[in-house]
């Protein structure tokens, strides 16, 4: 009944346009999301539900009633890193991979997160691995080499946004006074778990990072496999993260949110078939929650979700047999991932056997597909550039680019 609510509501909007500007809009990225990616998922839940292995299972994003596709090459190479790519969906603009937020002629580029912001938005800003990773960095941040982390964090401060959310810094400390320093004396609280998140959620800005182990910064949220495994009452998800993060922005003008699904590409990287499964589900839940904020807010809410660019190249083969997935994650009903981390099959056998082909262990230079709902999304069909969405998102908020 929700799908066809949101399919309803979606044709309305489409078919008279949409009069207002988008107030709210959520960018999702999954990091190495390709269309293999979504298919292969898609397979996965399609058996789950079907209980065979053919058919397209249901994720968050599956009934956007707009699709499209965007090339990701950058201003150097053919196939982009998620630095280049990610400054393209931020900037509008191409540069060399290994960079942020600068130009090839080494000119400063101005993020939508920024113009957004100035225009009296608030912007949130979250990711599953560290915060200073390449993808969120692009939205934040600016570095001539993704790598330069205490440069890119210290950025954080600077940056004024309401909210930031995900993975620890990567390295606070390689210079005084450290990023947390930085943060706290520019007005942010930093909440380490929900209980000082609750404390603390009456700050103007906030930093929110998983709750420490045995006092240990967590720079990438565990995975969704992980989370199962451990039952630990402490992990948080994308999901919980983008939930505070709309209480915490919502009201207002309205807010811009950037959500990564950072670890689909770590899997892809990996060729691990439940990886890739189960981080895309993660962002799809994820997204879930961005959806039950547009049925309250149709008219003004904008929900785009796209990838910085494709890893791996995953696809199901002839005699595709996810149920293999299943076997191995969730034997006796029981999700786990005991039989698969501890070498009774290895990845590349489960590929074999479930009959998943992959093309590379790395990136790849294939289009990426763009999924769009709500206020302004008619602007996403079609084939597209990635620097095409960040000003497509600008103008279906009224914000000059």
């Not at 053919?54 to 599956?62: H, R």
């Not at 505070?244 to 691990?272: P, Q, T, V, Y």
Request: charged share 25%; proline share 3%.
């Amino acid at each position: 009944m929700k799908r066809i609510v949101t399919l309803l509501l979606a044709v309305m909007l489409l078919a008279t346009g949409c009069r207002q500007k988008a107030k709210y809009v959520f960018l999702f990225i999954g990091d190495g999301m390709g269309f293999g990616a979504v298919s292969v998922t898609e397979a996965y839940l399609a058996q789950g539900e079907a209980g065979v292995a053919q058919g397209m299972g249901q994720l968050a994003f599956s009934d956007f009633p707009v699709m499209g596709a965007a090339a990701t090459f950058s201003a150097n190479a053919q196939v982009t890193d998620s630095a280049a790519g990610g400054s393209a969906l931020s900037t509008g603009e191409k540069v060399n991979n290994d960079s942020i937020c600068i130009g090839p002629e080494g000119d400063t580029l101005v993020g939508i997160a920024y113009k957004i912001h100035d225009a009296g938005y608030k912007v949130g800003i979250t990711a599953t691995v560290c915060i200073d990773h390449a993808t969120p960095a692009s939205f934040y941040g600016r570095s001539l080499h993704r790598g330069y982390y205490y440069e890119i964090g210290s950025r954080l401060a600077d940056s004024g946004f309401e909210y930031f959310a995900g993975g620890d810094f990567n390295r606070p400390y390689e210079n005084e006074p450290s990023c947390y320093a930085k943060a706290e004396a520019a007005g942010y609280a930093i909440a380490y778990g929900r209980d000082d998140f609750e404390a603390k959620k009456g700050s103007e800005k906030i930093v929110f990072f998983q709750k420490r182990d045995s006092s240990h910064a967590m720079t990438q949220l565990p995975t969704r496999l992980e989370r199962i495994a451990r039952d630990n009452p402490d992990d948080i998800s994308l999901k919980e993260m983008v939930e505070r993060g709309i209480g915490h922005l919502e009201g207002g003008k309205g807010f811009f949110m950037m959500a990564e699904g950072s670890m689909i590409d770590f899997a892809a990287h990996s060729n691990d078939v439940p990886g890739l499964i189960f981080e895309t589900i993660d962002m799809s839940d994820a997204i879930e929650v961005a959806k039950e904020f547009y049925r309250k807010h149709p008219r003004n809410t904008l929900i785009v979700v796209t990838a910085d660019h494709e890893t791996g190249g995953p696809a199901c083969n002839k005699h595709c047999d996810l149920a293999k997935v299943k076997e191995v994650c969730a034997p006796e009903g029981e999700s786990t991932v005991d039989n698969y981390m501890d070498g009774h099959m290895s990845r590349e056998e489960l590929s074999q056997a479930a009959h998943i082909g992959w093309t590379a262990g790395n990136h790849t230079g294939d289009r990426v597909p763009v999924y769009a709902i709500g206020c302004g999304s008619e602007k996403f069909a079609g084939e597209m550039d990635n620097t095409d969405i960040p000003r497509k998102i600008c103008e279906a908020m009224g914000i000059e680019f």
